[in-house]
RNA sequence: UGGGCUGUCGCCAAGCGGUAAGGCAACGGACUUUGACUCCGUCACUCGUAGGUUCGAAUCCUGCCAGCCCAGCCA
């Protein structure tokens, strides 16, 4: 089997969809696109940062076309002024690269079609299919009937000449925003609200962040987006569940602007999860309010957020591909997106020795002065990582919890009397503890033992628990930062904004202790700390000195009761 | 109320007339120099519901029920 065979069974494995089956049914000989190449587009609006949300659309029109061979194209739909920024075409960009999905030199903007779709515009006025409105917006909801009755629209007879005189001085700037719009001729008593006469411009003399002044009349999302479809040769057009209604009106600009390409738009149902709010609306609220850092705040779910919170590309690939695609209105659960990072990270994350909650073990019988060092393997399921070495001395910061003077049934680690392993060094026998005058211990004592070097019993005596621990002689002092999602599980949609606000999607935890080999590790690597998850620098501030617990990862405590 | 869409395990999701895949979560157990990871086991006599067609239905037909989307000069 060639490797090209074993690509195409390989993701034929992975994913088979409804969408497949509409591709495939369409390259088929005798199909619509027979003997063409899948071809897709993502087309965002410039207007907020990208979140998961997006993530999902991305892979579905990325590897859609990877599957299939084709391609995908990059597309600013940048069709309303009034709402888009070029800050954000940067940001988008950065974060499908960062995902590992390319366009190629296929980036586009829908601003760049404004002078053919306003051709295809005096065409469609010009075969009878469209025409000026001089309905105010009021007008056109009153006149626009309701589920029972047909929309009225008194334009609707102008002459042709009329329309085509009228709609040459809208796009001059003559008149004022709102004064009129250019309107198809399709239905006013559909069922279906998009085809009872849709606007397909607007004017607006508003500056557009790329065509300046140049316009004054912009056209619609409805109108617009078909026409950018066909003109970049897209065969199928994927989008969420919300456009299904739109799909006539789509097919309707497709077949009267006689353009070559057909595309075929296929709808899916968009990402929805728990503790999660995808709201663009309410993310900007977030960040115009301060309430946030920016968009790519730790605790925000952007993939630039999610990225400083120690997400990888591939954990978020393999969730999206691991969802599926339907047409269900579906709410997945985030536990199932922290499932997707931990098994990545498992496999790719360089192990470190951190202590979140230090307290100091002393061992007594191990030489004032003697200092040993071990190589300790950087991802014990890789080996070819290789090692570092730590030191290892008669003081050490282990974690508190680690240790209890009147230990639960199960409980092995240490407590006065047993034996513990101090990974990759020694074998350690509790002897006691020393206390404050308020009762905390703030010393542990032990004893190790010399013939256990490496955490081997020559003896064969089995010693069940093993701690991480950091030597308190070269630890470095470290603030931790806990992130979680921003958004409680209350009802993210209805609630206020600052009643959204987690207060403990950020904790600070001050006096950790970290092995003081992190200097030496790339800073955008991701770490495990021991039994209780994983955590990562923080991409945009790494100092050594603050170090982003993923909190994403597992925090449940380790210790069950049994 | 008109139009469109959807209902398979707590959550995703295969299935396309031949007798319910898989993953997450959960729960047992084994293993373990991370109580992690890994592994192994349990977890839908039933597919919104009521009928019908058929030797046979989650899959076809009909009715009903529930949910989502649509009356922006947003996308």
Redesign the pocket.
């Known amino acids: 089997m060639s490797e090209e065979m074993k690509h195409i069974e390989e993701t034929e494995d992975v994913w088979?969809?409804?969408i497949h089956?509409f591709i495939e049914e369409d390259i088929a000989p005798g199909g619509r696109f027979a003997g063409m190449k899948v071809h897709t587009r993502f087309?965002p609006?410039p207007n907020g940062y990208l979140h998961i949300g997006h993530a999902k659309a991305i892979y579905i029109d990325f590897a859609t076309a990877e599957k299939y061979n084709g391609l995908c194209n990059l597309r600013m739909?940048d069709?309303?002024p009034?709402?888009e920024d070029v800050e954000y075409v940067k940001a988008i960009q950065e974060d499908i690269a960062w995902l590992g999905f390319s366009w190629g030199d296929r980036f586009y903007y829908a601003s760049d079609y404004f002078g053919k779709m306003y051709e295809i515009a005096v065409n469609l006025i010009k075969k009878g299919l469209a025409y000026v409105c001089e309905?105010?917006?009021e007008?056109?909801?009153e006149n626009?009937?309701?589920?029972?009755n047909p929309a009225i629209s008194p334009y609707r007879d102008r002459p042709i000449e009329e329309s085509l005189d009228l709609f040459k001085r809208m796009k001059a700037g003559e008149f004022s925003?709102?004064?009129?719009?250019l309107r198809a001729k399709i239905d006013l008593a559909?069922?279906?609200?998009?085809m009872r006469d849709?606007?397909l411009y607007?004017?607006?003399h508003m500056h557009h962040h790329r065509t300046g002044n140049e316009w004054y009349i912009?056209?619609?999302?409805?109108y617009?987006?078909p026409i950018e479809d066909a003109l970049e040769g897209i065969t199928h057009s994927l989008c969420s569940?919300?456009?299904?209604?739109?799909r006539p009106l789509y097919e309707w600009v497709i077949l009267h602007s006689e353009l070559q390409c057909q595309p075929r738009q296929i709808e899916f149902?968009r990402l929805n999860m728990n503790h999660m709010v995808m709201s663009k609306r309410k993310l900007r609220l977030l960040v115009e309010n301060n309430i946030v850092s920016g968009w790519d705040d730790p605790r925000m779910p952007t993939l630039s957020g999610l990225r400083r919170r120690g997400y990888t590309p591939i954990a978020i690939r393999n969730f999206c591909e691991?969802?599926?695609?339907?047409?269900?209105?579906?709410?997945?659960?985030y536990?199932?997106l922290?499932?997707c990072l931990?098994?990545e990270l498992?496999i790719s994350a360089q192990?470190v020795m951190a202590v979140l909650d230090p307290v100091k073990l002393i061992v007594t019988n191990y030489p004032k002065d003697l200092v040993e060092e071990f190589e300790i393997e950087n991802?014990?399921?890789r080996p070819e990582d290789g090692t570092r070495t730590i030191t290892f001395s008669r003081e050490s910061w282990i974690e508190r919890s680690d240790f209890t003077e009147e230990p639960v049934k199960?409980?092995?680690?240490f407590f006065p009397g047993n034996e513990v392993?101090m990974?990759?060094t020694y074998i350690v026998k509790c002897t006691g503890c020393k206390k404050d005058e308020n009762g905390n211990v703030i010393e542990v004592y032990g004893e190790y033992d010399s013939a256990t070097r490496?955490?081997?019993t020559p003896d064969g005596r089995k010693v069940?628990?093993?701690?991480?621990w950091v030597d308190a002689r070269n630890a470095l002092n470290a603030e931790i930062r806990l992130y979680d999602n921003l958004f409680t599980e209350a009802d993210p949609e209805s609630g206020e904004l600052l009643d959204l606000i987690n207060e403990k999607s950020l904790q600070v935890l001050e006096n950790c202790k970290v092995e003081a080999s992190v200097k030496e590790l790339d800073s955008k690597s991701s770490f495990?700390?021991?039994?209780q998850?994983y955590f990562c620098f923080d991409s945009q501030d790494s100092t050594q000195e603050h170090l982003v617990f993923n909190r994403t990862v597992?925090l449940?405590d380790?210790?069950?009761k049994?």
């Open positions: 088979s969809n409804f089956d087309p609006e739909d069709t309303n009034t709402k309905c105010t917006a007008e056109m909801r626009r009937g309701d589920l029972t925003d709102g004064a009129m719009t559909s069922g279906n609200f998009n849709p606007v607007r004017i607006s912009y056209p619609m999302y409805d617009a987006h569940l919300e456009f299904e209604d739109h149902a691991r969802i599926g695609v339907s047409k269900v209105n579906s709410v997945v659960e536990s199932f922290e499932h931990r098994e498992n192990r991802n014990p399921n199960g409980y092995f680690r392993r990974k990759t490496g955490g081997t069940r628990g093993t701690i991480h495990q700390f021991m039994r998850g597992s449940k380790s210790f069950k049994k």
